[in-house]
């Protein structure tokens, strides 16, 4: 009687934890996806602010008198997933400082957005120093 006992309290146990560690897996995998699109994007969005900190980019997103060569960064990670960051200047025309929005999309959907100024108006040899006003991921 005892070991019937010990063998139907297993046999309703058993299952049950078999689904806990099925659910853990799932949302471990999704995770893991989640993390490396937030990664890439985190990423990207680190090298344009790279790319247009650089005295060859100190025109890059001003809406008159600039020119800059690309309206874009993009970066691919060793996984191969690739994240686009775009840059709209949301300053004023007469401002001696670039503040630029930074908008970093991976398969087309937004990830992660920046508000970042570049102090043009302070020089340095290794480039303009930058501001991070805000800095969001979305899911």
Request: hydrophobic content about 40%.
């Amino acid at each position: 009687m005892l070991a019937l006992g010990f063998l139907m309290m297993f046999s309703l146990l058993i299952p049950a934890l078999l689904q806990l560690g099925a659910t853990n897996l799932l949302a471990t995998s999704r995770l893991r996806t989640q993390r490396a699109a937030v990664y890439v994007a985190d990423g990207a969005t680190e090298g344009a602010i790279q790319f247009l900190r650089q005295s060859s980019s100190a025109n890059c997103g001003r809406p008159i008198g600039g020119t800059c060569s690309l309206t874009q960064f993009q970066y691919t990670d060793p996984s191969n997933v690739t994240a686009t960051t775009t840059w709209q200047f949301v300053g004023s025309g007469f401002d001696y400082d670039r503040t630029l929005a930074l908008t970093t999309r991976v398969d087309g959907v937004p990830r992660v957005t920046a508000k970042v100024v570049f102090r043009d108006s302070i020089p340095k040899s290794g480039g303009v120093p930058v501001d991070v006003v805000d800095w969001t991921y979305k899911r």
